[in-house]
T-cell receptor, first 115, second 111 residues
Framework: AQKVTQAQTEISVVEKEDVTLDCVYETRDTTYYLFWYKQPPSGELVFLIRRNSFDEQNEISGRYSWNFQKSTSSFNFTITASQVVDSAVYFCALIITSGTYKYIFGTGTRLKVLA | DSGVTQTPKHLITATGQRVTLRCSPRSGDLSVYWYQQSLDQGLQFLIQYYNGEERAKGNILERFSAQQFPDLHSELNLSSLELGDSALYFC??????????FGSGTRLTVV
């Protein structure tokens, strides 16, 4: 069965702290994609990153970085020097592309960055 | 403005009714996706269309249907509405797969 677990329901940090959001996934498929989305208080969904199962390179985009490790089935997201504008719910998602497409979302982690 | 337009922004309707949600994708995007976000079920993928053809199907109920028209806009039809269908419905679009740009959503309230 496929599953995405975001064990951290809510995290609070003080501005400028680094924070890591965990995402653990389960699948037996060898071809899949992992995503992170952000949902700020205004409610819209924002795509952050897509990573395919064959590319374990970590990625950095400004203050955001992602650590993909197939050995532990994890795709963690780190925000460096957090800012109040980072306050949002962050969703991790697994998309299976072999055979019938399947989209599995995690339950989200609410990040509160305090000034 | 993300470039993906969803109408209406809010919709209140009674149980048993039928509604149509509309999505205009970003210019140049061929794929349209529909998602449902509710307190009970969280975020769920419903269905994807690519250039008019259904490409992927998720947790879409039989009471729901969708289509993508030749001009690439898409409509999500929800019928025999139940209280549990109350949710935020998002549309997203991308050039190929995997939904990159989201609309601001349609909040459906079934009373």
């Amino acid at each position: 069965a496929q599953k995405v677990t975001q064990a951290q329901t809510e995290i609070s940090v003080v501005e400028k702290e680094d924070v890591t959001l965990d995402c653990v996934y389960e699948t037996r498929d060898t071809t899949y994609y992992l995503f992170w989305y952000k949902q700020p208080p205004s409610g819209e969904l924002v795509f952050l990153i897509r990573r395919n199962s064959f590319d374990e390179q970590n990625e950095i985009s400004g203050r955001y970085s992602w650590n993909f490790q197939k050995s532990t089935s994890s795709f963690n997201f780190t925000i460096t020097a957090s800012q109040v504008v980072d306050s949002a719910v962050y969703f991790c998602a697994l998309i299976i592309t072999s055979g019938t497409y399947k989209y599995i979302f995690g339950t989200g982690t609410r990040l509160k960055v305090l000034a | 403005d993300s470039g993906v337009t969803q109408t209406p922004k809010h919709l209140i309707t009674a149980t048993g009714q039928r509604v149509t949600l509309r999505c205009s994708p970003r210019s140049g995007d061929l794929s349209v996706y529909w998602y449902q976000q509710s307190l009970d079920q969280g975020l769920q993928f419903l269905i994807q269309y690519y250039n008019g053809e259904e490409r992927a199907k998720g947790n879409i109920l039989e009471r729901f249907s969708a289509q993508q028209f030749p001009d690439l806009h898409s409509e999500l039809n929800l019928s025999s509405l139940e209280l549990g269908d109350s949710a935020l419905y998002f549309c997203a679009s991308s050039v190929f797969d995997y939904g990159y740009t989201f609309g601001s959503g349609t909040r459906l309230t079934v009373v």
